[in-house]
């Protein structure tokens, strides 16, 4: 990935905020007052990028777009969307794997792509968690015919973004200034942190390389131990979903260069999906850009990547077949 094309979707959110650029993304959030629900939301009702916001839930369904309502910004909520996000789900407690919620979110994702087939075939869906969920909705958008590779992401970002903090942190770096692709998928051992294509350029002793790309990768499970049995990575996963939205959507609004990393239908790959940096354009995926040049330690993290991620993907899959 080159940093000439990483920057502007870097700088993307701070943006959001900052600028009057009228634009008219319609984006609707499933699951809006969740834990991520909530302040993302929140963060897209704040953009200028947004100019109507749908927001659904099945459990406190007026207070969610209420309270956002009031809000002096021209973000409406109203029905009819071109950009569709998903945190809905249930949250692990401590001691769980996400494998151990898997029937429950599996039913919800596959439960909302019915519904997002069914009633905004056309927009670009992004959901989290991924693994096996993309992949379910791969194959409920197959089911109903309308199935488009291009329009949908499974939101990766927050691992980018840890990495990015950590890495600034140990190097004594600007984090907004640092930028890590992190490819293969969102979860433990499948997340892979390409350190060794940073911008910044950092060089880091192996042993260093090996310690950072494990609080990477562990990062998810130790806010749920430190939150102990509270809401997970809400903040944080909010601040990275508004991101990936607001750089989807500037890519849609024709920004050029626009670049996030995110899990997709891969068929070139070993295993099927796998997140990649993406070039974002008008329609959604413009250009797969790959995964670069690779240092034996990535080599090792992706091989070793694979079978889990392969398993994960066909869990999801068979999910949605097995389903009358
Ligand atoms: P939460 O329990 O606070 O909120 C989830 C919301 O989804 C609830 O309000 C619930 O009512 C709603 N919901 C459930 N089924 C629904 C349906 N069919 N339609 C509409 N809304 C529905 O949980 P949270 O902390 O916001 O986490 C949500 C999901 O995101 C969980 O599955 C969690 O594991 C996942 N997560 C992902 C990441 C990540 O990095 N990708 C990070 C944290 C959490």
């Given amino acids: 990935m080159s940093s000439a094309l ?3 979707a870097r700088a993307a959110l701070r943006r959001s905020f900052s600028t009057s650029a ?26 200028p990028l947004v100019s109507g916001l749908t927001l659904y839930n099945i459990a406190h369904t007026p207070g969610v777009a209420a309270d956002p309502s009031h809000i002096e910004t021209r973000a409406h909520c109203l ?14 407690k401590p001691g769980m794997t996400r494998d151990d919620l898997f029937n429950t979110n599996a039913c919800i994702v596959a439960t909302l792509s019915v ?29 109903h015919e309308i199935y ?35 490819i293969g998928g969102h979860a433990g051992k499948t997340l892979i942190p390409l350190i ?49 939205v607001f750089s989807l959507v500037d890519a849609m609004n024709g920004k050029e260069g626009v670049v996030e990393c995110s899990f997709i239908k891969f068929p070139e790959a070993d295993c099927a999906y796998f997140s990649t940096p993406l070039l974002l354009g008008k ?7 790959g995964i670069g040049k690779i240092s034996s330690f990535g080599e090792k993290m992706i091989a070793e990547a694979i079978p889990e991620l392969k398993a994960s993907i066909k869990k999801g899959e068979e999910f949605v077949r ?3």
């Fill in 115 to 143: 519904a997002c087939a069914q009633h905004c075939p056309e927009a670009i869906i992004i959901s989290s968690p991924v693994n096996s969920t993309i992949p379910i909705t791969t194959e409920v958008f197959k089911k």
């Fill in 283 to 289: 329609k959604g995926i413009e250009k797969n850009l």
């Fill in 6 to 8: 990483a920057r502007p």
């Fill in 79 to 92: 029905k009819g969307c071109n950009v569709v996000v998903i945190p809905a789900g249930v949250p692990r």
């Fill in 148 to 182: 488009n590779p291009s329009k949908i992401f499974g939101v990766t970002t927050l691992d980018i973004v840890r990495a990015n903090t950590f890495i600034g942190v140990l190097k004594g770096l600007d984090p907004a200034r640092v930028n890590v692709p992190v």
């Fill in 196 to 244: 060794s294509q940073c911008t910044a350029q950092v060089d880091l002793p192996q042993d260093q390389l090996t310690a950072i790309t494990g609080q990477i990768q562990e990062a998810g499970a130790e806010v749920v131990k430190a939150k102990a049995g509270a809401p997970l990575a809400t903040l944080s996963m909010a601040y990275a979903g508004a991101q990936f």
């Fill in 22 to 47: 009228q634009n008219s993304a319609k984006v609707a959030v499933l699951g809006a007052s969740g834990g991520i629900g909530q302040p993302l939301a929140l963060l897209l009702k704040n953009s």
């Fill in 322 to 324: 097995n389903v009358k």
